[in-house]
Each structure stands twice: as C-alpha cells, then as structure tokens.
C-alpha cells in the first residue's frame, strides 16, 4: 500500500520559514503531479502548490513568489519550501500524489494525514 507522509510543520513567527516534505513509501513503480493543500479551521481544502513529473511548477496566487515546490524523485519525496510566512497562511498541510504502483501499474491519487503549520508571534 502506498502511503504519504508529510512532516515539517510546527510553530514559527510572521516572516519566518519552514520546509515541509512529503515522503511516499509502498510498492511504488512511479509518481506522477504531486500536490500541496492546505486547509486553515473553518475553510476549505485548497490548492497551494503542484510540481509534475517533468519539475515544471505552478502556485496558488496566494503563495506565488513566497513558496517552492520541488522534488527529489530518487527519494520519493517533495518539499515545500515556505518563507515569509503570514499568519493566514496558518494551515494543515497536506500532500497528494498520482501514483503508479506494482505490480501491474494501476494508478491512483494518495493523501497523506498532514502537518500542522501555526504562524503566530
């Protein structure tokens, strides 16, 4: 079973940074476009950050210019790299990924459970 693990969130002031990371594991034969949501008390899950296969990238407008995605495919991993970061961008981040997985390929999309981002000084 393929699972995502993501990790690096925690506490930081108003203008701070932290790099998330999102580590796939399992019976993996390739990983597709990875995703990062985030999702703040009361709202919705929305779209921060996606990286493809091929590294190209593209970012909500809230992040644009503040956050990078990016991944090391030899470790199954993305990061998220957050700086100057704003209270509002207090969230649970979570990662999904297209995956395909052995033995026969079959495709499909993974969540992991999140970590905890709290901008606060």
């Known amino acids: 079973q393929v699972q995502m693990v993501e990790s690096g969130g925690g506490l930081v002031q108003p203008g701070g940074s932290l790099r998330l990371s999102c580590a796939a594991s399992g019976p993996i034969l390739s990983i597709h476009a990875v995703h990062w949501f985030r999702q703040a008390p009361g709202s919705q899950r929305v779209l921060a950050a996606t990286?493809?296969?091929?590294?190209?990238?593209t970012y909500s407008n809230l992040v644009k210019g503040r956050f990078t995605i990016s991944r090391d495919n030899a470790k199954n991993t993305v990061y998220l790299q957050m700086n100057n970061l704003k209270t509002e961008d207090a969230a649970v981040y979570y990662c999904?990924?297209?995956?395909?997985?052995?033995?026969?390929?079959?495709?499909?999309?993974?969540w992991g459970r999140g970590t905890l981002v709290t901008v606060s000084s």
């Open positions: 999904r990924a297209g995956a395909q997985v052995a033995p026969y390929g079959a495709y499909g999309e993974v």
């Open positions: 990286i493809f296969h091929t590294g190209s990238t």
